[in-house]
């Protein structure tokens, strides 16, 4: 059975992934910071009637809980199929550029990018024992330089000087492991779900939790011919 790990995984966007992914087959691990939350999420899944699910205690933040993620996965399967790197935090809002505390853009770089990294260094291994390993790190809409120099964006407005470049960055980190992996059989990508209604807007985005892991999950499956070092959203490539 082809395997997968959500991080961020216990609610939201993450835990609806996890749920699409165990409905085409694939044994879910979903990664949660906290344990509890993580195995309530587990038996929501259960109930649901998907057996091929477990949680892993991971903190994207802490090395030493994603070490003893990886060690408890390496036990659990031989190799990894599918990395999603999901977690991530908006931080305080509003992020004025010329007045958001550095210790704000430092704690949510530390979730959105160096944890995502973090991650992925860390399953690399596991992930180069599949036949066909997919990457996706989960990006926003907010991440596209292009468009925030757009005064026609329906975004423009948003200028959020810590979550937007965290993404940003995460976005140009895609690019250069998809190339440093362009002759392996590796796809990484990073994917937007859009502005979708969950906890981490007030549920005030338009798009359902549904739609939002449906782009993810595309992604995460790519077969052979896929892409790969680039930025999708539902409407297809996105600029930078």
């Known amino acids: 059975m082809k395997s997968a790990?959500?991080?961020?995984?216990?609610?939201?966007?993450?835990?609806?992934?996890?749920?699409?992914?165990?409905?085409?087959?694939?044994?879910?691990?979903?990664?949660?910071?906290?344990?509890?939350?993580?195995?309530?999420?587990?038996?929501?899944?259960?109930?649901?009637?998907?057996?091929?699910?477990?949680?892993?205690?991971?903190?994207?933040?802490?090395?030493?809980?994603?070490?003893?993620?990886?060690?408890?996965?390496?036990?659990?399967t031989q190799h990894l199929d599918i990395l999603i790197n999901n977690a991530g935090i908006r931080g305080e809002v509003p992020q004025p550029a010329s007045k958001v505390p550095i210790e704000r853009l430092r704690l949510v770089f530390e979730t959105n990018f160096f944890g995502a990294i973090q991650t992925t260094q860390e399953f690399m291994d596991l992930l180069k024992k599949a036949d066909q390993p997919r990457i996706v790190n989960v990006t926003s809409d907010l991440a596209s330089l292009t468009n925030h120099n757009d005064p026609t964006w329906k975004f423009y407005p948003f200028k959020s000087a810590a979550y937007s470049p965290s993404k940003t960055a995460l976005n140009a980190y895609t690019i250069m492991l998809a190339f440093e992996l362009k002759d392996t059989n590796f796809k990484v990508n990073c994917v937007n779900p859009g502005h979708t209604a969950t906890d981490f807007n007030n549920y005030k985005g338009e798009k359902t939790v549904e739609q939002g892991a449906s782009v993810i999950v595309k992604y995460a499956t790519l077969d052979k011919d896929g892409a790969t070092g680039k930025f999708f959203s539902e409407e297809g490539e996105t600029a930078w």
């Open 5 to 76: 790990l959500v991080t961020g995984a216990n609610k939201g966007i993450g835990f609806e992934t996890a749920k699409q992914l165990a409905q085409l087959g694939y044994f879910v691990y979903t990664g949660s910071r906290n344990k509890t939350k993580g195995l309530e999420a587990i038996e929501k899944l259960k109930v649901l009637g998907y057996a091929n699910v477990d949680c892993i205690e991971l903190d994207v933040t802490d090395i030493n809980s994603i070490k003893s993620a990886r060690q408890e996965l390496e036990v659990k």
